[in-house]
């Protein structure tokens, strides 16, 4: 008989940075490889540094996925910006994406943020349009060598609970 699996959704201690770094930053490997140029991924890593996330946390709130005691996901929301929801490649697909953006919706509503915002890498667009969201424009930055990061900016306006 197969046991269930146990799932935990907490809040980030300072235990968990590096495990964090690795999420984000494996994340960004595998699933960038082939959609974005390796321009825009070095940006992307540079962007999701140890500085910048350590910088974030203490302005938003972010949450950690644990799945039978092992970290695979997380997610933060800063004011009303949702950023770095990744979960490891190995684990996609499988609901755990949906969960910490639940969570992080909660917490958004219980601060009274009403309107959430959010920048979708190729990747990630059509899993934050089956939450929900609306593209607001698609966009792009220009990096080294002439390449682009192309995202899509969006929104989600939340209901009551």
Same mark, same amino acid.
Request: glycine fraction near 6%; aromatic fraction near 12%.
């Given at each position: 008989?197969?046991?269930?699996?146990?799932?935990?959704?907490?809040?980030?201690?300072?235990?968990?940075?590096?495990?964090?770094?690795f999420?984000?930053h494996?994340t960004i490997?595998?699933a960038?490889?082939?959609?974005y140029?390796?321009e825009? $991924?070095?940006?992307?890593?540079?962007?999701?540094?140890?500085?910048?996330?350590e910088?974030?946390i203490?302005?938003?709130?972010?949450?950690m996925?644990?799945?039978?005691?092992?970290?695979i996901?997380?997610?933060? $929301?800063?004011?009303s910006? $949702?950023k770095?929801?990744?979960v490891?490649?190995?684990?996609?697909?499988?609901?755990?994406?949906r969960?910490?953006?639940?969570?992080?919706?909660?917490?958004?509503l219980?601060?009274? $943020?009403?309107?959430?915002?959010?920048?979708?890498?190729?990747?990630?667009k059509?899993f934050?349009?089956?939450l929900g969201?609306?593209i607001?424009?698609?966009?792009?930055l220009?990096?080294n060598?002439?390449k682009k990061?192309e995202?899509?900016?969006?929104?989600?306006?939340?209901?009551?609970?």
């Amino acid at each position: 008989m197969k046991r269930e699996s146990r799932i935990l959704i907490r809040n980030y201690g300072k235990k968990d940075l590096e495990r964090l770094i690795f999420i984000v930053h494996t994340t960004i490997k595998k699933a960038y490889t082939g959609v974005y140029p390796d321009e825009a $991924i070095e940006y992307f890593l540079n962007l999701h540094s140890k500085e910048n996330i350590e910088k974030d946390i203490p302005n938003g709130c972010t949450f950690m996925l644990e799945l039978d005691g092992k970290i695979i996901a997380s997610g933060s $929301i800063v004011e009303s910006e $949702i950023k770095r929801v990744f979960v490891l490649p190995r684990y996609q697909g499988k609901g755990y994406g949906r969960k910490i953006m639940a969570r992080i919706e909660k917490a958004a509503l219980r601060n009274g $943020i009403r309107r959430v915002e959010l920048c979708a890498s190729l990747p990630s667009k059509d899993f934050y349009l089956a939450l929900g969201y609306e593209i607001v424009r698609f966009t792009y930055l220009p990096v080294n060598n002439n390449k682009k990061l192309e995202y899509y900016d969006m929104e989600k306006y939340l209901g009551e609970n």
